[in-house]
Each structure stands twice: as structure tokens, then as C-alpha cells.
């Protein structure tokens, strides 16, 4: 295999060094490229050392282009391999440099289009070493969070790594919004108070600027970029951008970009966690090898780390001997296995998730409910304004010939002094003081609950009987498992409110800073590190199953608004539309050609969405009975382990204990084959 | 401490970003961290070789109960002292960049006490003297973990715990990857 046989070349040609000391050493080298090569290519596992070294080299015009190239790559492959091998420094870097030696003597050979190839991926690399070194600039609050992990362990700080990302996805969400709605309308829409709709109508002017109008985000904010009412119909605004269109698929894109994110983190998570392992299977080895945390930092932590696992090791090892030695016992094990820590605070956390998600459903149900009283309220005054303006209409003719239909509207209602409501910027309101209120109920609990708490147990402690550090109260503890729930709340929040109000993400961002500054300062400040440590479950997805549960139930009441209710009809960019999803296909047929409106309209009829639907069920059925197959195949593969172990252990001995009869006696040939014959 | 990044050259660093898991940053401030364990000798000499003990003050290590074993592994010496290679290399195995395998093969050769390659009963036991700290475990109690490990994870039944079997218990273990990380 002409592998080695240019790196045997190189040997020669060398003219600049002591020839013998560089034979050797990239002798030794070669010999590891090739131990490398052998563990990764099998087909080479035939190759011995001894016969390519010293091989006579051809020289370097019998080696091919094709040669030289798959060696450069092979060369290549190494390079990027070297990190991963359990080597001493030296040894790396010494074959980093025979395979870069190689790479620089040998690619300049090359003919000129290879050559331009190689460049352009080299110079490809370096942008993506750059871009990485630069992103590290971009990691906030790294220090913060490792003084958290050296005090608390890895289990306390997850929720602040979670909060972070969490941070990331919220700023990408805000940029969707900021760069594709809210400037465009900002910076090129009509101006305030151009239009009825995005003026402080005058009856409420003098309340405008007042604190509790400022609360309840009325007055000037109302009639802002931050709600939905502001944004025009208009078709296109400026040079023709189409707002009412962005906004609509922005409002989708939000939803479609965080599944996207929270899926890739799932998939990147299990791929580390294999699965079908059985829990028990490996108790005592994972508790002895796994169970001290590295990040610990600090003695105290250390000292609890120590007691938690001495306590669990024995722990485990009572259960083991009781089920060993009385079976019975098995079932009530697994009985009491209910009661387990774990599984108490798996039924808190669903009983908090149903509160949360119960919560958010109540808001939304009431909220439509007022929404159905706007429209009858609107529907009776329509009935009252209808009077005035035909009055009105009598008076002024003219007016219907030039205008269109919601200026009309807009003009009338003026007139007519009728208060507008608008539906959806009710909505985005009760969204914001919602996310506000919740930020200050967090800030109060946290200064009650853990700040005064700590307060009282420091100092009261000198002058109260017992001790109140060890005991009732002592200091508080760090609810990981509550307080990830309650950052997936605001999210949901996040979630359902980002449509109707699209400046939300931006106040979450900033909410979400100002979380992470409280919480990180409450819990170095006032709490202590478990003294039971245990993980809330065994795999990382946990929290980020109840994300994505909670992203697709925030994202049912979005889409039924936007295709079943009727947009306001002063308001918004989808007022005059029967339904907000209708500016899709109205965009489609008036923007493309006709052949498009008619495959689409293809596509949403039954005949088309009934068969992809049963196909993408067929899709699950066979996906999940993969994996019931592979568990299978797991499960088969363990028990064939355990045989080998014991049963195959015992044919061993047998065998070797016949070996042995055998060269003690005569050795005949007849016991030879009697002995053959039983060992099968 | 504005030396340290002229204590390498491009080709160096770019030499070191290749052959571990960190970035140029990460690699600069690793080396100013084991400046800071002993300046002056660093500052004469950027490869020189710091006594274990120094090594082991660094707070991260302090009350690992493992910090000599993790300094004897890595040592290219062999007697626990590190140089800065020894100490890059160290710390980007337990870097969160570093994949399992990398970090399996290194905690193997942590727990191996007499470094022959297999985790025999006496290495156990003395990783599980470490483990517990103040409550050490009685004989017996050692006795019937030491069984009961050898039970899970001992294969080929030859009483002791080779490369392929630790492995084997460990890559499916899911707090192992987040458990075996240092930062600095």
C-alpha cells in the first residue's frame, strides 16, 4: 500500500538535517501515524511496520496525483484526529509536525486547480478558528457561574447555564422581531398621530401621561410600536416593504426558530445518554466512579459531597443485601421506591406545571371571553352609530367617493365620538403587566424568603435557644427544580404573548438579566449547599421536554387567533381581513403566478393533507417500533453477556479440567475423542 | 502580567489550538494561570516544571480528593510535577469541549492507582477511601462493595477491572460527562 511510501520520499530528500537523526525520528513517527491508522482503518490492520519503513522509495513523480492526494487527506485526518489520543504533549506535537512537514512539502506539488482547493479550505479553517476565538468574547457571566459550580456543584449551577441559553434565545427572538417589524414600522411607517389608530383618541388624553395609565401600559405606550394596534394595514410601506406579511410570518417564524433551537439541544443531549440502560444496572460502579464532582471548589461543599456519597454507598448496599437475601422483599422496595425523594419531587414538579399551565390557559380564556364582549358591545353601538351616520353621511356625500372603506370607518367613528377597542392590544397589555408583575413578585419573594430569612437565622441565632442555623428555620436551600419551572413559565409567557405585543422579548431579555443578577447574588448570599444532593432525573432532557410542552401549548392560542377569530377592524395590520391567516393566500395570488395559487390551492384539500397525514403517522408507528427493536436487541445482547459469564465460564473449566485428565492419563486417542465429543 | 501573550509565538499557539480543546483566549489564560502558582520561575523559563504542591494550592484542585493522582497522570516526568504543557494538557482534558472518550481513558488512568493498567481490589479500595472522606467504610462494608463492583462490572471474572470493561460501565453512565470538568 503506497501509503508510507512518499513519507519514505521525504526521508531521503531531507538534505538540510543530519540525515540518520531525522530517519529516525520520522521513522518512530510513522510508526505511530500508522498505529493511528490501524486502529481507525481496519483494512490496513495487515500492514506491518517493519516491511514499509524500509522499503527502497520511489521516488515522488511514480506516486500519482491520486496518491499524493489521499495521503494529503490521510495526513489531514490525522491532524485532526492527534487531540483526541491519550498522548503526552511532546508526542503530539512531534507528530503534528512530521504530518505538517508532509502537508507543506507535498501540497505545493499539487496541480493548480488542487492547489486553489486546499488554499481556499485552509483559509476556511483559519475564519472558523477566528470566528470561534471571537465568540468566546461573547460568554456572559462565565465567572459569576463557575463561583456558583465550586460552591454548589454542577446541579445548582445547570439552572443558571439554562438561563443563559435561555438569554441567547430571547435575544435572537428579539432581533427576528426589532429587525423585521418593529424598525421597518419605526423608521418608515406613518408617524404617530398620522392615523386614528395610532393616536391617543382625545377623550383619554388627559389621562395620558398619568402613573396608573403608565402601569397598565395605556395612554402613549398604547398607541407604540410596543402593541399590535399601532402597526398599519397599509400594503406596503416606504419602497415597498410588506409589513402586514412580515408581521404575520415573523409572528411564525418565532415558533418555528425556538422548536428548531430546543430540538437541536434535545438531540445534541441524548446523543450523550444512551439509551436502554437500565437504571440499576450499574448503581455501585457509577456511584464509585462518577460520583465526585470536579467542579467542586470549596471545603465545605467537599465535606457534604463526602458524607452524601459515604451515605449513599451504604444505602444502596442494604437495599442489595435485603433483596438478595429475603426476594420478598424486591416488591417492597419497589414499593417504598414511590416514596423515593426522586420521584416526590417528579409529582411537585407536575403539580407546579399544571398550576402554571392552568394559569396561562385562565388568562387566555378570559381573555377571549372579553374579546366576544368587545364584538357584542361593538356590534350594539354599531347599531346606535349606524343612525348617526347616516345623519352624518347626509351632511357629507363628497366624503364616500374619495375615500376607501376603513378610512371611512375611521373618519365616522371620529365623528361619531365612538370609543374604538382593539381586541389584540388588550391582550398584549395584560401579556406585559403579567411578565412585569411576575418579575416584582419574584424580586419580593426572593428579598422575603431568602434575604430577611437569612438575616434573622445569622443574628437572631446569638440570642434565641436553639440553634437556628442547624435547625428550623436554618437557611434556606436552592429549589433547582422549582425555579427552571418557573423560568419555562415566563417563557410560555414569552411564547404567547410575542405575537399581539412585539417589543416582548426585548422586556424578557431584560428581565432575564436582572433574574440572573438577583438569583446569582441570593445564592451565594443566603443559601447553603444540600445536604442531600440527588439529581431531579437521571437524563438532561427533563427540563427541556417540559420547554418544548410548554412552547407547543403557548403556541395553540396564537394559532387559533390567527385562524379563527376576526382581527379588530380599526387596528393592526390585518384589520379589513376576514381572518388574519387570509393574507397569505390574498399575498400568493396577487404575487405570484397564477399556476402557484392553484397547486396551493391543491394542496390544503383533503385529498392532499389526509394522505400526509396518514403517512407521517405510518412514519411514527415505524420509528417507534425501531426503537422497541433496538431496546430489544440491547436487552438480548446483556443477557447473552451474563450467559458468557457464567455459563461459558463453566464450559472453560470443563474444558481445561479434560485437558488436564487427558495429559495426566495415557493419553489414548480414543479418551482424546470421547473427550471431543462432549465438549460441543 | 502583560507578558503573557508574547511568551508565544503565532505558530505556537496555533500549534497548541490544534492539538487541544481550547481556543487561542482559553490556552492565554491557562498559561496565566500557572504563571500565577510561581512567577518567578515561570517568567525565567516558560517551560519550567512546578513542584506538585504548588500544583495542588490551585483552588480548583484543593479539595479534589483525587489532586495527586490527576498531577501524577499527567506528568510527563512521572513524579507529579507539571510543566506547562503537562498542565495545557490537563486542563483541556477536563475542558467542556473534550469528548467522552478522551475524558474516560484519563479518569481510567486516575483510578488506577499503581498504574499497571488494570483496577484491581486495592485500587478500589483506595478510591473509595478517598470518596468517603471522614465516614471510611468498615473492612466488611469494603469488602461487599468491592464485590458488588466487581459483580457489575468485571467481565471476564479475573478480579479485576481492565480498559474495555470501565469503559464499558462508564460511557452510559449520564453524570459522568458533567461530573469529570474542572474550570478555570
Known amino acids: ?680 | 502580567m502583560g507578558g503573557s501573550s508574547s511568551q508565544f509565538t503565532q505558530e505556537e499557539l496555533k500549534e497548541y489550538q490544534e492539538l487541544t480543546y481550547f481556543t487561542k483566549k482559553e490556552i492565554l489564560h491557562v498559561f496565566k494561570r500557572f504563571y500565577l502558582l510561581d512567577p518567578p520561575s515561570v517568567r525565567a523559563n516558560k517551560n519550567a516544571r512546578l513542584p506538585k504542591e504548588k500544583i495542588w494550592s490551585l483552588p480548583e484542585l484543593k479539595v479534589n480528593p483525587f489532586k495527586d493522582r490527576i498531577c501524577d497522570v499527567f506528568s510527563s516526568s512521572g513524579d507529579g510535577d507539571l510543566s506547562f504543557e503537562d498542565f495545557l494538557d490537563m486542563m483541556s482534558v477536563f475542558s467542556d469541549a473534550a469528548p467522552k472518550n478522551v475524558k474516560v481513558e484519563y479518569a481510567f488512568k486516575v483510578y488506577d492507582f499503581d498504574s499497571d493498567g488494570y483496577l484491581d481490589k486495592s485500587d478500589l479500595k483506595q478510591v473509595v477511601d478517598r470518596l468517603t472522606g471522614e465516614q471510611k467504610l468498615s473492612d466488611t462494608e469494603m469488602e461487599q462493595l468491592v464485590d458488588n463492583l466487581f459483580e457489575e462490572a468485571d467481565l471476564d471474572e479475573d478480579d479485576q477491572l481492565s480498559f474495555a470493561e470501565f469503559e464499558h460501565v462508564i460511557s452510559k453512565a449520564p453524570d459522568f460527562i458533567n461530573s469529570f470538568r474542572i474550570r478555570l
Open chain 1, 1 to 680: 500500500m503506497p501509503v508510507l511510501v512518499p513519507l519514505n520520499v521525504n526521508v531521503r530528500s531531507l538534505d538540510h538535517r543530519p540525515a540518520r537523526k531525522s530517519h529516525i525520528s520520522i521513522r518512530r513517527c510513522q510508526r505511530e501515524n500508522l498505529d493511528y491508522l490501524r486502529r481507525n482503518f481496519s483494512s490496513l490492520s495487515n500492514v506491518k511496520d517493519s516491511d514499509d519503513v524500509l522499503k527502497p522509495g520511489a521516488s515522488d513523480e511514480d506516486a500519482t496525483e491520486e496518491e499524493i492526494l489521499e495521503n494529503i487527506q490521510r495526513q489531514k485526518e490525522i491532524i485532526a484526529a492527534i487531540r483526541k489520543q491519550p498522548w503526552r504533549m511532546k508526542k503530539k506535537l512531534k507528530t503534528l509536525k512530521v504530518a505538517q512537514d508532509y502537508l507543506e512539502k507535498y501540497e505545493g506539488k499539487l496541480s493548480k486547480s488542487r492547489g486553489y482547493q486546499e488554499a481556499t479550505e485552509r483559509v476556511w479553517k483559519k475564519i472558523r478558528r477566528e470566528l470561534a476565538n471571537f465568540a468566546t468574547f461573547f460568554i456572559p457571566w462565565d465567572t459569576r457561574i463557575k463561583t456558583i459550580e465550586s460552591y454548589f456543584g454542577s446541579v445548582v449551577a445547570s439552572y443558571f447555564i439554562f438561563l443563559r441559553w435561555l438569554f441567547w434565545i430571547n435575544i435572537a427572538l428579539s432581533i427576528l422581531m426589532l429587525s423585521f417589524v418593529v424598525l421597518p414600522e419605526l423608521l418608515v411607517g406613518l408617524p404617530y398621530g398620522s392615523l386614528p389608530r395610532k393616536a391617543v383618541p382625545e377623550p383619554e388624553m388627559h389621562r395620558a401621561e398619568n402613573i396608573a395609565t403608565i402601569w397598565d401600559f395605556g395612554g402613549y405606550m398604547k398607541f407604540s410600536v410596543l402593541f399590535y394596534g399601532y402597526y398599519s394595514n397599509q400594503k406596503s410601506i416606504g419602497s415597498g416593504y410588506q409589513l402586514p406579511l412580515a408581521y404575520f410570518l415573523t409572528g411564525i417564524g418565532i415558533f418555528v426558530y425556538s422548536f428548531a433551537v430546543i430540538l437541536r439541544k434535545m438531540a445534541k443531549n441524548s446523543r450523550m445518554a444512551k439509551l436502554s440502560t437500565e437504571d440499576d444496572q450499574f448503581t455501585f460502579c457509577w456511584k464509585v466512579f462518577c460520583g465526585w464532582d470536579y467542579l467542586i471548589g470549596q471545603s465545605d461543599t467537599a465535606d457534604n459531597k463526602f458524607a452524601a456519597i459515604s451515605t449513599g454507598i451504604r444505602v444502596s448496599m442494604v437495599v442489595s443485601i435485603i433483596t438478595m437475601v429475603f426476594p420478598v422483599f424486591f416488591d417492597l422496595i419497589g414499593q417504598m421506591e414511590k416514596y423515593h425523594p426522586r420521584v416526590m419531587l417528579q409529582w411537585q414538579l407536575a403539580r407546579i406545571m399544571v398550576l402554571n399551565l392552568g394559569n396561562l390557559y385562565t388568562l387566555m380564556i378570559a381573555l377571549f371571553k372579553k374579546v366576544n364582549n368587545l364584538n357584542a358591545s361593538w356590534a350594539l353601538q354599531n347599531v346606535t352609530a349606524s343612525g348617526m351616520i347616516q345623519e352624518i353621511l347626509q351632511l357629507d356625500e363628497h366624503m364616500l367617493e374619495t375615500a376607501n372603506d376603513t378610512q371611512v370607518v375611521d373618519t365616522l367613528t371620529r365623528l361619531a365620538g365612538i370609543k374604538e377597542q382593539c381586541w389584540e392590544t388588550i391582550v398584549g397589555q395584560e401579556m406585559y403587566k403579567l411578565s412585569v408583575f411576575d418579575m416584582i413578585a419574584t424580586l419580593v419573594t426572593t428579598i422575603i424568603v431568602d434575604f430577611l430569612r437569612g438575616l434573622f437565622v445569622r443574628f437572631a441565632n446569638y440570642c434565641w435557644c436553639w440553634d437556628l442555623e442547624a435547625k428550623i428555620p436554618g437557611y434556606g436551600e436552592f429549589g433547582v427544580a422549582e425555579n427552571v419551572l418557573h423560568l419555562i413559565y415566563n417563557q410560555g409567557m414569552i411564547w404567547m404573548g410575542a405575537f399581539f405585543a412585539p417589543c416582548l422579548p426585548v422586556l424578557n431579555v431584560l428581565k432575564l438579566i436582572a433574574l440572573m443578577y438577583l438569583r446569582s447574588w441570593a445564592v451565594i448570599m443566603c443559601n447553603t449547599p444540600h445536604q442531600r444532593v440527588f439529581r431531579a432525573s437521571r437524563s438532561n432532557n427533563f427540563y427541556f421536554v417540559l420547554l418544548l410542552i410548554m412552547l407547543f401549548l403557548s403556541m395553540l392560542p396564537t394559532g387559533y387567533v390567527m385562524v379563527s377569530i376576526e382581527p379588530s377592524r380599526n387596528c393592526g395590520p390585518f384589520s379589513g381581513r376576514r381572518r388574519m391567516f387570509d393574507i397569505i393566500p390574498d399575498t400568493v395570488r396577487e404575487q405570484f403566478p397564477a399556476w402557484l395559487t392553484t397547486v396551493l390551492s391543491y394542496m390544503s384539500t383533503a385529498g392532499v393533507i389526509l394522505p400526509v397525514f396518514m403517512l407521517l403517522v405510518m412514519a411514527i408507528y415505524y420509528l417507534q417500533s425501531l426503537v422497541r427493536s433496538y431496546k430489544e436487541a440491547n436487552n438480548d445482547l446483556r443477557i447473552q453477556l451474563q450467559y458468557e459469564r457464567t455459563e461459558g465460564k463453566k464450559k472453560v473449566y470443563e474444558m481445561s479440567a479434560a485437558k488436564n485428565d487427558q495429559s495426566d492419563g495415557s493419553g489414548s486417542s480414543h479418551v482424546r475423542s470421547r473427550h471431543k465429543a462432549q465438549v460441543p
